[in-house]
């Protein structure tokens, strides 16, 4: 039974991944979704496709993250969406799902690439939940991407991996910030999930990747769309301010 009817979403980073299987299972359970990318109109315009086959709503909106300006676009196309279609601009969900991967040594690692990775994945997020409060109903859902690598070493990712460590903190105090409205924030960490990427497709990688999760098989988009999907459900009403692991079972070493 959908949980989310009624219900207003944006997932940023929905045209493939991780997010894309986060707006058709949110569409799924009722919401109205806005598909978020900033290189491929076919793509978003291909997510909102499938949404509407399988009987949901949703609009697709592009803006390019980290760069100046970017949240204001963002809203001002999310805003006129909302609009044509629910009349107001309330914004129920926001997941903060859109973000950037390093894969650099750390004796490489530039200042030119750690502000990038910087400016998509924790700056961005940010200003999207300063942005989004203004449009938010009490009761309200907040979800941040974060990563296993919060909590799991692997130095090629360093960077990265601070930048998601800056997510946890956005959801620790701002879960507080917003608990009197009734709005809670959390973070999931998938550890290593097909979105799609060449190296999903060389065997021998994905055996070496599967075998880091206790069940040995890597995840895939739709088993970390569940957790974010239940965190926007009424049901998770009594979780703010969490980190939920989603990475089967990779932290348990
Ligand atoms: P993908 O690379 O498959 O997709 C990324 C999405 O984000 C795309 O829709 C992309 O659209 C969008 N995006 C990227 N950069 C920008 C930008 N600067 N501005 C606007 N949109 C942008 O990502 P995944 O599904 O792999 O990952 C999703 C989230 O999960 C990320 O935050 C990632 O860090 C996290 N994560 C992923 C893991 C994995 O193994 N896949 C593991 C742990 C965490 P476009 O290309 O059009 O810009």
């Given at each position: 039974?959908?949980?989310l009817t009624?219900?207003t979403?944006l997932v940023t980073?929905?045209?493939?991944?991780?997010?894309?299987?986060v707006a058709?299972?949110l569409?799924?359970?009722?919401?109205?979704?806005a598909?978020h990318g900033s290189?491929s109109q076919?793509?978003?315009d291909?997510?909102?496709?499938?949404v509407?086959?399988d009987?949901g709503?949703?609009?697709a909106?592009?803006a390019?993250?980290?760069?100046?300006g970017?949240?204001?676009?963002?809203f001002?196309?999310?805003?006129?969406?909302?609009?044509e279609?629910?009349?107001?601009?309330d914004?129920d969900?926001l997941?903060?799902?859109?973000?950037v991967?390093?894969?650099?040594p750390?004796?490489?690692?530039?200042?030119?690439?750690?502000?990038?990775?910087y400016?998509?994945n924790?700056k961005?997020?940010f200003?999207l939940?300063?942005?989004a409060l203004g449009?938010?109903?009490?009761g309200g859902?907040?979800?941040?991407?974060?990563?296993g690598?919060?909590?799991?070493a692997?130095?090629?990712?360093?960077?990265?991996?601070?930048t998601k460590?800056?997510?946890?903190q956005?959801?620790?105090?701002?879960?507080k910030h917003?608990a009197?409205r009734?709005?809670t924030v959390?973070?999931?960490g998938?550890?290593?999930t097909n979105n799609?990427?060449?190296?999903?497709?060389?065997?021998?990688?994905?055996?070496?990747?599967?075998?880091l999760?206790?069940?040995?098989?890597?995840?895939?988009?739709?088993?970390v769309?569940?957790?974010?999907a239940f965190l926007?459900?009424?049901?998770?009403?009594?979780i703010?301010?969490?980190?939920?692991?989603?990475?089967?079972?990779t932290l348990?070493?």
């Open positions: 039974m959908p949980q009624g219900k979403a980073g929905s045209t493939r991944g991780i997010g894309r299987a058709l299972r569409a799924r359970a009722g919401a109205l979704v598909v290189s076919e793509a978003a291909e997510v909102v496709r499938l509407e086959q009987g709503r949703a609009f909106l592009q390019e993250l980290g760069v100046p970017d949240v204001h676009e963002l001002l196309a999310l805003e006129r969406g909302l609009k279609r629910t009349g107001g601009t914004l969900i997941v903060n799902n859109a973000g991967m390093g894969g650099t750390p004796q490489d690692v530039t200042p030119e690439q750690f502000d990038r990775l400016a998509v924790a961005a997020p200003f939940v300063q942005r449009n938010m109903p009490d859902r907040i979800v941040n991407i974060s990563s690598l919060t909590r799991f692997n130095p090629q990712e360093v960077a990265y991996a601070m460590g800056a997510i946890d956005l959801t620790l105090h701002f879960a917003l009197p009734g709005i959390n973070s999931v998938p550890g290593i799609g990427s060449p190296v999903f497709g060389i065997p021998e990688a994905v055996e070496q990747m599967a075998a999760s206790a069940f040995n098989r890597v995840g895939e988009p739709d088993d769309a569940s957790v974010v926007a459900s009424d049901d998770a009403r009594w703010t301010g969490s980190y939920l692991d989603a990475s089967g079972g348990l070493g």
